[in-house]
């Protein structure tokens, strides 16, 4: 079995900025790829930025330029940078990952965490 565990959400003013953390732990596994996704009241869960195994990274239209995704090999860990964050950046945040596990292929899911901008 895989954990994911979040941390660094919270309450911002708008212009602001925000660290989230994600780390993974638990059964012997590989990483396809790590990913951040967010949801709001009413609204489907909206893919946020991706870091594949080999590092290449993608950030949806609406954060480009101001998140930036990264990731700590030997901590398991993928990180999100918010700067410049909008009020329309509120949302609850899930941490993503895509790996191997006994030769099969999964995916987890963080417990989210609450990112408030205030504007």
């Known amino acids: 079995q895989v954990q994911l565990v979040e941390s660094g959400g919270g309450l911002v003013q708008a212009g602001g900025s925000l660290r989230l953390s994600c780390a993974a732990s638990?059964?012997?596994?590989?990483?396809?790829?790590m990913g951040w996704y967010r949801q709001t009241p009413g609204k489907q869960r909206e893919l946020v930025a991706t870091?594949?195994?080999?590092?290449?990274?993608e950030h949806a239209d609406s954060v480009k330029g101001r998140f930036t995704i990264s990731r700590d090999n030997a901590k398991n860990t993928v990180y999100l940078q918010m700067n410049s964050l909008k009020s329309e950046d509120t949302a609850v945040y899930y941490c993503?990952?895509?790996?191997?596990?006994?030769?099969?292929?999964?995916?987890?899911w963080g417990q989210g965490t609450q990112v408030t901008v205030a504007s």
């Open positions: 870091i594949s195994g080999g590092g290449r990274t």
């Open positions: 638990g059964s012997t596994f590989s990483i396809n790829a």
């Open positions: 993503n990952l895509k790996a191997t596990v006994a030769g099969y292929q999964r995916i987890y």
